[in-house]
């Protein structure tokens, strides 16, 4: 398994950017699939985006399509989801995950898609 410990979390206005990380050591990160999932108090941990081993494909729940980009840079052993135009519902903890294999295209990811996952990091939009 490779660990994750993601970072670039914070408090924001409605409208506002963020930028998360997410740094990989352990084994090779080129070969995970990775992901970023978000659970809100009270809430089921839900997808985010995903993004292939390569940076291709590329994949996004409906409520970020347009707002957020995943992206990874395999030589830093880092993925990032770029946050822009956040409204308050996107409030939630920040999960990175990863999994040494792909993923099928003709469905989202879910949670027990992924064996690896980070601890999280707070992302709190303000109105």
């Known amino acids: 398994q490779v660990q994750l410990v993601e970072s670039g979390g914070g408090l924001v206005q409605t409208g506002g950017s963020l930028r998360l990380s997410c740094a990989a050591s352990?084994?090779?990160?080129?070969?995970?699939?990775m992901g970023w999932f978000r659970q809100a108090p009270g809430q089921e941990r839900e997808f985010v985006a995903a993004i292939g081993r390569s940076g291709r494909p590329t994949q996004y729940s409906d409520s970020v399509k347009g707002r957020f980009t995943i992206s990874r840079d395999n030589a830093k052993n880092t993925v990032y989801l770029q946050m822009i135009s956040l409204k308050v519902e996107d409030t939630a903890v920040y999960y990175c995950a990863a999994v040494p294999n792909p993923l099928p295209l003709w469905r989202l990811p879910t949670k027990t898609d992924f064996d690896s996952w980070g601890q999280g990091t707070q992302v709190t939009v303000s109105s």
């Open positions: 352990g084994r090779a990160f080129s070969a995970y699939t």
